[in-house]
């Protein structure tokens, strides 16, 4: 009962001032920013009390503790929603005794201006450090100016694939070399000939075996980027002609055979030369010498061929004599065709090796005396030795049997 008459004499004296004036007061207390919702806020709370009071008023049976009123004041305001009454409106059990309403009332509103003043600080507080929270670090990194050029570089380099070449077109077997001309330290270079052969390296030397045509590949790579190029390069090998012949010999005369071809050229040793398809030639030396042959063909190749051969001199010398002075086959020694080409040294042994006759000069011949004595060889069967030089310092030996007859 004393609860009931507490309410009532709260709703008798209860007062409510709708003066501007009072409500300008009001306002200066509150903030600056945000007057239109403290304001709204203030009177929530205040039709909330009232809300309260009726609500306890109307149930005249319950007989509930003071605690469990303030309780139910509470969870009615939860279904406020301007305001959150649990929080921010507080009923001290001192104010029970109280009877002034209006300075109650004041107190209640000033209490939750305060709260609501924590409330948007606390709100505000919370939103900058969220801010703050939330802004990512700045990361200051260094890039020295020569790094950054290097890693530009890096990403937009292209290699060259350009390369030069010391013959690009010639005879077989052509013998080329190759050479890049991309001086980067980071590029790969790979080579690829059309023959099958396979090359790395700046440079590259190959030999071309066969006639044709080839294609030579330079592929460049950038290791950084893997950015490749590509070059190519046609290479000639010209065939070369064939040099081969033969050769025929009547008595001092020897006959060539060679090829058909109108660029030919002969060398026959003894300082003689002709251009003739199919050559003749007396040599005018003797011993072995070196004929060769040079064909050249409409490409400018060139091929030769070189063969040694012996040449005998051309002489004539009897097997049998009589050195009887009877002016008829006294003496014995060759006769050449050309003895102006040729100096001559006999000796002569009888059957047992014993020599016979050793000349005192060149070209003597024996007139049948035992080493240029008055006493002449007997009849029978003798051997000869006969040395021949030219005048090229070529010498030769020949041998033979000779018979004395009276």
């Excluded at 090998?237 to 008595?251: G, I, L, M, W």
Aim: with cysteine; aromatic share 12%; hydrophobic share 30%.
């Amino acid at each position: 009962m004393q609860l009931e008459e507490y309410i009532k004499n709260k709703l008798n004296t209860f007062e409510y001032s709708d003066k501007a004036s009072d409500w300008n007061e009001f306002q200066k207390k509150l903030p600056n920013k945000k007057v239109s919702i403290t304001r709204y806020i203030a009177i929530g709370a205040v039709a909330a009390i009232l809300t309260a009071i009726v609500s306890v008023y109307l149930t005249k049976d319950n007989k509930q503790e003071p605690t469990n009123t303030k309780t139910q004041i509470t969870n009615t305001n939860k279904n406020t929603k301007p305001i959150d009454i649990k929080e921010n409106i507080i009923i001290p059990k001192n104010n029970i005794t109280k009877t002034n309403n209006s300075n109650n009332n004041n107190e209640i509103i000033k209490e939750e201006n305060n709260t609501n003043n924590n409330n948007e600080e606390q709100n505000i507080i919370t939103e900058n450090k969220l801010i703050e929270e939330t802004k990512e670090p700045t990361q200051n990194k260094l890039i020295k100016p020569d790094e950054t050029n290097k890693t530009t570089v890096a990403d937009n380099y292209q290699p060259s694939s350009l390369f030069t070449v010391s013959d690009i077109k010639g005879c077989l077997p052509l013998s080329s070399s190759f050479a890049a001309k991309e001086n980067h330290d980071n590029v790969s270079f790979k080579w690829e000939f059309s023959d099958g052969y396979k090359s790395s390296g700046k440079t590259v030397k190959h030999i071309f075996k066969k006639a044709g045509k080839y294609t030579v590949k330079l592929i460049t790579e950038y290791k950084e980027n893997n950015n490749a190029s590509i070059s190519e390069q046609t290479i000639i090998v010209h065939p070369t002609p064939t040099a081969d012949f033969s050769y025929t010999q009547d008595e001092d005369v020897y006959y060539f055979d060679g090829p058909d071809k109108d660029n030919i050229y002969w060398k026959f040793g003894d300082n003689t030369t002709t251009k003739e398809i199919d050559p003749e030639h007396i040599f005018k030396i003797i011993g072995k010498t070196n004929i060769e042959l040079t064909v050249k063909n409409e490409f400018g190749c060139i091929n030769s061929k070189k063969e040694k051969i012996t040449i005998e001199p051309i002489f004539k010398i009897a097997n049998a004599f009589s050195p009887d002075n009877n002016g008829f086959n006294d003496t014995f020694g060759p006769i050449f065709e050309y003895p102006e080409n040729y100096d001559f040294e006999l000796y002569i042994y009888n059957a047992q090796g014993k020599l016979y006759f050793k000349p005192s000069s060149a070209n003597q011949s024996w007139n049948g005396k035992i080493n240029n004595t008055e006493q002449l060889a007997e009849k029978g069967y003798y051997l000869w030795k006969l040395i021949i030089n030219d005048k090229y310092g070529n010498r030769i030996i020949n041998n033979g049997n000779l018979n004395i007859k009276y």
